[in-house]
């Protein structure tokens, strides 16, 4: 029979002692075990931890990077870094070029800056979007090297003028790139509180049929989508004939009231906080873009002139206003009772004026 080894540690002090006690004939044995411990040698660091083997982390961690894109922005001026803001929280790789070196904005946003097109493009985005003027566009992609691009990226556009931009990009871009133009109907200004109930206007000019391109081209807006915006499918034509009468009177009123000299006042109503408010919604951009917007929308010189025909009709109207008291102020009543008077002159087929037997028969 082997010898009985005790396996109490060494540590424990004293040993494990086990003591029983007496008992009456009416009740069972009861047994007390006691084992000392030597003081702070076990501790609780943390409860249902997430380690890095965890399931559910992992299966989190593949989704994100499932939904997430590897994105380039060409033009990294005022909306490009505004679009970055929003598309580094959800969590998408970012890359930037830019003619002007933006690399510590471009870092404190998580962006990569490239100083060379060509560095850009051998990272291979998914996505590209190009966030130049209006007015520099065609220029900027005569000199891109799309060769170093995937033949299957999708490129997209954010510009203000919608068929333009889709008729250069069929012309410069290789018919294996996918196209979404797309126009965020607001910026830093308007949209740097909230994006929620905003216009997103899009238009999948050209998409390939692989259920990976349509999926990143859904994957893509979703990004609009998720901050709240009002997601509106159209043509790039409708696009710009609603612009021309919406956007670009905006800009027109804007600079209009700029340049008249709107200032703040003590008792100022609401609707002059509103003109007051236009005007520095506009004034923020360039007058590039505003000329871009005239340019290239050719709905645009239509409301130009009716804007110019509206003003002209409210002068008039004014004018006669005045022109009538005028009037009155000279001639009194008699003037009064001249316009009363009918007129009875009447021309005949040819337009000469009646012969005398004819107003003698009419007054007869």
């Given at each position: 029979m082997l010898p009985l080894i005790s396996t109490v540690p060494q540590t424990l002090s004293p040993p494990l002692s086990f003591h029983f006690h007496p008992f009456p004939s009416s009740s069972t044995p009861s047994l007390s075990l006691h084992i000392p411990l030597k003081k702070n040698t076990l501790r609780i660091r943390s409860l249902d931890a997430a380690q890095p083997y965890d399931y559910e982390s992992h299966l989190r961690t593949q989704h994100l990077k499932s939904q997430s894109l590897k994105i380039a922005i060409l033009g990294f001026g005022n909306f490009g870094q505004f679009l970055s803001k929003t598309l580094s929280r959800q969590g998408h790789t970012l890359l930037a070029y830019s003619r002007t070196d933006y690399t510590d904005i471009a870092k404190s946003l998580g962006v990569t800056f490239h100083s060379n097109p060509h560095d850009l493009f051998e990272s291979h985005p998914e996505v590209v979007i190009l966030c130049?003027?209006?007015?520099?566009?065609?220029?900027?992609?005569?000199?891109?090297?799309?060769?170093?691009?995937?033949?299957?990226?999708?490129?997209?556009?954010?510009?203000?003028?919608?068929?333009?931009?889709?008729?250069?990009?069929?012309?410069?871009?290789?018919?294996?790139?996918?196209?979404?133009?797309?126009?965020?109907?607001?910026?830093?200004?308007?949209?740097?509180?909230?994006?929620?109930?905003?216009?997103?206007?899009?238009?999948?000019?050209?998409?390939?049929?692989?259920?990976?391109?349509?999926?990143?081209?859904?994957?893509?807006?979703?990004?609009?989508?998720?901050?709240?915006?009002?997601?509106?499918?159209?043509?790039?034509?409708?696009?710009?004939?609603?612009?021309?009468?919406?956007?670009?009177?905006?800009?027109?009123?804007?600079?209009?009231?700029?340049?008249?000299?709107?200032?703040?006042?003590?008792?100022?109503?609401?609707?002059?906080?509103?003109?007051?408010?236009?005007?520095?919604?506009?004034?923020?951009?360039?007058?590039?873009?505003?000329?871009?917007?005239?340019?290239?929308?050719?709905?645009?010189?239509?409301?130009?002139?009716?804007?110019?025909?509206?003003?002209?009709?409210?002068?008039k109207e004014l004018f006669g206003k005045l022109h009538h008291v005028y009037r009155k102020q000279l001639f009194g009543n008699a003037d009064e009772g001249a316009e009363e008077r009918p007129k009875v002159q009447k021309l005949l087929h040819n337009g000469a004026p009646p012969s005398a037997d004819v107003v003698k028969q009419e007054t007869s």
């Open positions: 130049t003027s209006i007015l520099s566009t065609e220029k900027v992609l005569q000199t891109l090297p799309f060769q170093r691009l995937k033949r299957s990226t999708l490129i997209v556009d954010v510009l203000s003028v919608k068929e333009f931009a889709k008729n250069i990009l069929l012309k410069y871009l290789p018919v294996e790139f996918d196209i979404l133009c797309t126009h965020p109907m607001f910026g830093p200004e308007s949209g740097k509180n909230s994006w929620v109930g905003l216009p997103f206007v899009y238009d999948k000019v050209r998409i390939g049929n692989e259920e990976d391109r349509i999926g990143r081209v859904e994957r893509f807006l979703d990004v609009f989508a998720k901050e709240g915006c009002r997601m509106v499918e159209m043509t790039c034509a409708e696009h710009d004939r609603y612009a021309a009468g919406s956007q670009f009177v905006t800009h027109t009123m804007g600079r209009v009231l700029e340049r008249f000299g709107l200032d703040s006042s003590p008792i100022n109503t609401k609707g002059y906080d509103t003109l007051l408010d236009l005007v520095e919604n506009t004034a923020g951009d360039s007058f590039e873009l505003y000329y871009g917007l005239f340019m290239y929308n050719k709905n645009a010189l239509e409301q130009l002139e009716r804007l110019d025909m509206a003003f002209e009709a409210i002068k």
